[in-house]
Structures are given as structure tokens and as C-alpha cells.
């Protein structure tokens, strides 16, 4: 490559602290109310079943590749894309042009997640203040709190005429978007290793330590082992539901964060001694442990308030368990630990999502990184806040086909585009004396299995979408 590499710039200085930025990436929304969500709706082992089978079968693919991809060309999605081309073709301009896909998908979605971020920061603030609490248990209170920070509008036009006649700050959450916003620009100015690395080695474990916390809590209130009772709920005929396996492989997919252009980034961080199949093991790991943990604490929650915990999207945390949480023993304490737990989780996603664009002008522009990082921090605020009464539209959006379009070309540039002896060559660098290299069972699980399972998240989610009206991951 002409240019300077990402590599020579910066990276991760250990390896756990890569495994937790990762881990950051991918413990986002998905996690927190998504996941406990499909769980109760699904039936609860009867979803976790194929859950934990995919899980396995894209962390030890997709994970691995994406990592990969990213380490042996130093750069993001566009550079290894074109790395792949350039070594089949000659040409690398191609796979360039193509790697500007996952490059929009990750801003696009990091745009979303930015009025959610708002959401997450006002309410934390408001657990800590306590007027969270006082709402009490009044949901013609806490209802419309929501409805006013999240306003809703059916086409983008009219979302953004809506933002426009009220001076685009007159309605919504666009000043705790803008704060969460700044918060997350500051840590990607202070670097790789400066900034994402050391507050991800803070938050991943303040994080999982305080779902701990409110987990054990929670499991000595009356009524919590009702939520327990559904968990460890099998329906044997329930696994022959096809819709089960779809929206079980939709959240362990989108979970992991493979979509072509985070964990290529950050993949492109590491140094050559680090051994890929066991950090992807680690973050696909801790990755689920973080989703359980989370289910743990929101069903049973859930059933100590008598509440039924199935309703879906953001309305689960941010009108139904306030409620809960209102009326429980401890309820105020319980809701600014969760709701902290849950800002850190918000915050290490959005570093991610936004890092593959800055990196990108640093790659192609040949820009400084705090000039990159507030180019497109300017653009994520302006569109964001234009956006709010469509967020859920456009996360659909992105989330049904830009993704996993950035997933599957992603797949098919590394087990497709670039030749067997370099892609294996990659996968196993940094394996140490002792450790089997990959070799057998990988190249053809990747190559046939995962850009498979890719290609069917394009299309039958896709389909479904249509179809419904519904996203499965």
C-alpha cells in the first residue's frame, strides 16, 4: 500500500484489550433488549438451542475471517478488499469500489445508534437524578417521557420536515445525542491504543460486573423465578418452527458484529504475534455471556412485576422496565446501575461503528485522526438529528441489507477472491509453538458454510422484511 497503514499508526498494545474493544463492538442493543426479547418470544431453551449453534458456527468462521481480512492487509474494508482483488486480478481498484459498502453500512448504522445513544444518555442521567424514579409506576408518565425523546414519523421527509418547523432541537433528543456523540468522538481522538483500547479495558468490566450485581439481586426478589421457569423452557416441537432457527440465526449474526467493516477495523489493529481463532473463541465467548447475563436480569425482572416481557423494540427499556424497576425494593439504585451498565455498552458499540470511516479517511485522504474523527463526527451529528422521528426505519434499513450485504462481501472476498495459501496464511499467523494450525475443517466451513449462512441473512432476512414488515436481527 502507498499510504501509511493503520498498523504503523496505531493498534491495540495487548491482547485483551483487543478481545474487549471487540467485545464492545459487538455487546451494543442486541444484546440488552434484543436478545432477551427473542428469548421470550421464542421460547426460551427453544430459542438458546440454535442460538449457541450458530454462535459457534459463525465464531468460528465469520469472526476468524473478518480479523483476518483486516490484519493482513493493515487497513479497513477498502484497502483489504482491494488487497484480495489486486492478488487475483492484478487490479485492486475493483475491490476498493467494493469496500466502500461496509464502509457506508458502518456509518450509516453508527448514525442510528447515535439518537439511541441520546436515549441512553438522557435516561442515565435521569436514573441518577432520580427522576426516573419519580415517575413511579404512572406509564401515562413514563409513556410519553419516551414518546417526547423518541418522536415518530413515517417517511424520511416528513421526519425531517417535522425536525425542521421545530428548529430541529425543538423536539426529540438531539442535545443528549450531540453529548453522547462528543463523549464518543473524545475517546476515538485519543487513539487505538489511547482512547478505544484503555476505556474498553474500563467499561467491558464495570459492565459485566454490574449485570452480575443486579443479576444476583434480582434473583432474590419474589416472583423472579418465574423468569427463571421460562428460561429453561423447551418445546421440542418448537424446534421444528423454521421461524425459530431464522430469528435465532438473525441475533447471533448481528451479535457478533460481522458485517464487513468493524471487525475488519480493528482486525487491521493487531499485531502479527496475536493468535486469531482464540481471540475470535474469547469474543464470541464473552459475546454471548453478556447476552445471557443481560436475559437474566430483564425476564426475571420482568416477572417480579407481573409484567409480561415480550413487548418488542426500545419501548422494553425504556417504558416497560422503568416501570418494573419503579416498583421493585431498591428500584432507583437498580435503575442507575442498569442504565449505566447499559451506557457502556451503547458507547463501546458506537466507537466501533464509527472507528471504519475514520479510518477510512486516514487511509485514502491521508488525514490526521483527529481531523478524520471530526469530519465524521459533524456528518453523524447533522444527519442524526435531522433523522430522529425515522431512526427506526433507517436502523431497519441498514440492519436487513446494508449489513449483511458488507457480511457477505466480506466472505466472498477472503474464501473466493484471495487464494486458499494466503487466506490460510493470515488465519494461521500468530498461531504459537505448540497450537495445530487451522487447516481442514476452516477453509471449507468458511468458503461454503458461512458464506452461506451470509448470503441467506441477505436474502431471507431481506425477504422477511418484505414480507412483514419485520427484521430478524
Do not use: D, H
Given at each position: 500500500m502507498s499510504?501509511?497503514?493503520l498498523e504503523t499508526r496505531d493498534g491495540f498494545k495487548s491482547k485483551w484489550g483487543f478481545i474487549l474493544a471487540c467485545i464492545g463492538s459487538a455487546v451494543g442493543m442486541g444484546n440488552i433488549w434484543r436478545f432477551p426479547i427473542m428469548v421470550s418470544?421464542?421460547?426460551?431453551?427453544?430459542?438458546?438451542?440454535p442460538y449457541f449453534i450458530f454462535v459457534v458456527l459463525i465464531g468460528a468462521s465469520g469472526v476468524i475471517e473478518e480479523f483476518a481480512l483486516g490484519r493482513r492487509a493493515a487497513a479497513g474494508p477498502v484497502g483489504a478488499f482491494g488487497m484480495c482483488t489486486e492478488e487475483r486480478t492484478g487490479s485492486k481498484k475493483s475491490g476498493e469500489l467494493i469496500g466502500a459498502i461496509p464502509i457506508i453500512g458502518a456509518m450509516m448504522l453508527a448514525i442510528g445508534y447515535t439518537v439511541v445513544l441520546g436515549w441512553i444518555f438522557k435516561y442515565t442521567w435521569m436514573s441518577?437524578?432520580?427522576?426516573?424514579f419519580a415517575m413511579g409506576q404512572d406509564m401515562s408518565?413514563?409513556?410519553p417521557t419516551f414518546g417526547a425523546a423518541a418522536p415518530e414519523a413515517n417517511t424520511l421527509g416528513e421526519a425531517i420536515g417535522?425536525?425542521?418547523?421545530?428548529g430541529f432541537f425543538g423536539i426529540g433528543n438531539g442535545v443528549w445525542q450531540l453529548i453522547?456523540?462528543?463523549?464518543?468522538?473524545?475517546?476515538m481522538a485519543m487513539g487505538v491504543a489511547g482512547g478505544i483500547e484503555k476505556a474498553n479495558k474500563i467499561m467491558m468490566p464495570v459492565l459485566f460486573g454490574l449485570f452480575v450485581i443486579l443479576a444476583v439481586y434480582i434473583a432474590t426478589l419474589p416472583g423472579a423465578s418465574g423468569g427463571y421457569k421460562y428460561i429453561f423452557t423447551l418445546n421440542p416441537a418448537g424446534l421444528l418452527n423454521w421461524e425459530v432457527w431464522l430469528f435465532a440465526f438473525g441475533q447471533a449474526f448481528f451479535s457478533l458484529s460481522v458485517a464487513g467493516n468493524g471487525s475488519v477495523i480493528y482486525g487491521s489493529y493487531l499485531p502479527k504475534n496475536e493468535d486469531l481463532p482464540s481471540s475470535a473463541r474469547n469474543v464470541a465467548l464473552f459475546d454471548?455471556?453478556?447476552?445471557?447475563?443481560?436475559?437474566?436480569?430483564?425476564?426475571?425482572a420482568m416477572s417480579v412485576g407481573g409484567m409480561e416481557p415480550s413487548a418488542g423494540g426500545p419501548g422494553l427499556m425504556f417504558?416497560?422496565?422503568?416501570?418494573?424497576?419503579?416498583?421493585?425494593?431498591?428500584g432507583r439504585i437498580v435503575g442507575m446501575i442498569f442504565f449505566v451498565a447499559v451506557l457502556f455498552a451503547g458507547l463501546s458499540s458506537i466507537v466501533n461503528l464509527y472507528e471504519a470511516p475514520v479510518a477510512f479517511l486516514q487511509e485514502k485522504l491521508h488525514l490526521g485522526r483527529i481531523p478524520s474523527v471530526v469530519i465524521i463526527g459533524a456528518i453523524g451529528a447533522v444527519i442524526s438529528v435531522m433523522i430522529q422521528p425515522w431512526t427506526s426505519q433507517w436502523m431497519d434499513l441498514v440492519s436487513v441489507f446494508i449489513c449483511p450485504l458488507g457480511a457477505v462481501l466480506a466472505g466472498v472476498m477472503f474464501f473466493w477472491v484471495l487464494k486458499k495459501e494466503t487466506a490460510m496464511d493470515a488465519v494461521n499467523e500468530g498461531r504459537t509453538a505448540g497450537k495445530k494450525p487451522i487447516d481442514s475443517w476452516f477453509y471449507p466451513l468458511g468458503k461454503y458454510g458461512y458464506c452461506l449462512l451470509a448470503l441467506i441473512a441477505l436474502i431471507g432476512g431481506a425477504a422477511y422484511f418484505l414480507i412483514t414488515g419485520s427484521s430478524i436481527g
Open positions: 499510504n501509511q497503514t418470544t421464542w421460547g426460551g431453551l427453544t430459542f438458546l438451542i441518577i437524578s432520580g427522576s426516573l408518565v413514563i409513556g417535522m425536525m425542521a418547523s421545530n453522547g456523540l462528543v463523549v464518543s468522538l473524545v475517546i454471548t455471556i453478556a447476552a445471557l447475563l443481560a436475559m437474566i436480569v430483564i425476564l426475571p417504558v416497560y422496565l422503568p416501570n418494573v424497576l419503579n416498583g421493585m425494593a431498591g
